[in-house]
């Protein structure tokens, strides 16, 4: 399994960044794409996932970005994006993308510690 993560970099406050998840290697059919992010001396936190599954593509999101993020996926293309909108200087972190095998459970996003493959992550900057 390989996961490649793209298009973080510097915005202002109030900006706008898409991510992109390129996935590739994968053969299992049941599976969630989930984003997660690490800010400098905090720990990695889940914060969006969308099932690769399911035909309507079920999403969640963590209170920090509901309303300004949306994960979506292109299944032909097996990536997945996440538009960031409104961005504040919190949200300044390394975001990583996931696999997580089946579905999110009760809509609780998942700890890292039930995650078995991960991309190597890209730095979004938000300077306030």
């Known amino acids: 399994v390989q996961l490649v993560e793209s298009g973080g970099g510097l915005v202002q406050a109030g900006g706008s960044l898409r991510l992109s998840c390129a996935a590739s290697?994968?053969?299992?059919?049941?599976?969630?794409i989930v984003w997660f992010r690490q800010a400098p001396g905090k720990r990695r936190v889940g914060i969006s996932s969308?099932?690769?599954?399911?035909?309507?593509?079920?999403?969640h999101y963590a209170d920090s970005v509901k309303g300004r993020f949306t994960i979506s996926r292109d299944n032909a293309k097996n990536t997945v994006y996440l538009e960031m909108n409104d961005l504040k200087s919190e949200d300044t972190a390394v975001y990583y993308c996931?696999?997580?095998?089946?579905?999110?459970?009760?809509?609780?996003?998942?700890?890292?510690?039930?995650?078995?493959?991960w991309g190597l992550g890209t730095q979004v900057t938000i300077a306030s």
């Open positions: 996931a696999v997580l095998w089946g579905e999110v459970v009760r809509g609780l996003l998942p700890a890292t510690g039930l995650i078995d493959y």
């Open positions: 290697g994968i053969t299992y059919e049941d599976y969630t």
């Open positions: 969308i099932s690769m599954t399911d035909a309507d593509g079920t999403t």
